[in-house]
């Protein structure tokens, strides 16, 4: 049985009065441009897969080793100051993803990112961290 700070992590917050219409209406032209910019289903799953991929600090700290240089696992797990095994398992999964692959060259297995929009990717992450939050929509008038 899930602990109670799972339960309510996975429970959906009340809304409050502060987040709803004063009056309930359905502007039917904007539901329908919204649905239709609305990516499948099958891609929602798959975005949202890559996202929890991309969710843990050891495999950003990877994709950002691997950003400009192929490396081995001994030195991806020098470089994040981690263990082989930890590296490999993270490893693992990038892989399975499509996100890193492999290359032999003799006894060492050299790993690369498949696509260099995965370091961008994690790029444009941390510029959002920078960037300066915005403004309540009230504030601005």
């Known amino acids: 049985m899930a602990n109670s700070a799972e339960s309510a992590e996975n429970e959906p917050l009340a809304a409050s009065a502060e987040d709803r219409c004063d009056c309930r209406?359905?502007?039917a032209d904007k539901v329908?441009?919204?649905r239709d910019i609305m990516m499948s289903d099958a891609r929602v799953e798959r975005l949202a897969m890559t996202y929890r991929l991309l969710g843990d600090p050891t495999r950003l700290r990877i994709?950002?080793?691997l950003a400009r240089v192929e490396m081995c696992v001994c030195d991806i797990a020098a470089s994040l100051g981690?263990?082989?095994s930890a590296v490999s398992h993270q490893l693992r999964?990038?892989?399975?993803m499509s996100v890193v692959q492999k290359r032999r060259q003799g006894q060492i297995l050299y790993y690369s990112l498949c696509d260099d929009r995965w370091?961008?990717?994690v790029s444009a992450g941390e510029a959002l961290l920078?960037?300066?939050r915005p403004q309540p929509i009230e504030a601005r008038q």
């Open 25 to 27: 209406m359905i502007h």
């Open 32 to 34: 329908q441009e919204a």
């Open 63 to 65: 994709i950002q080793a």
């Open 82 to 84: 981690i263990s082989e």
């Open 93 to 96: 999964r990038l892989r399975e």
């Open 119 to 121: 370091a961008m990717l």
């Open 130 to 132: 920078d960037a300066p």
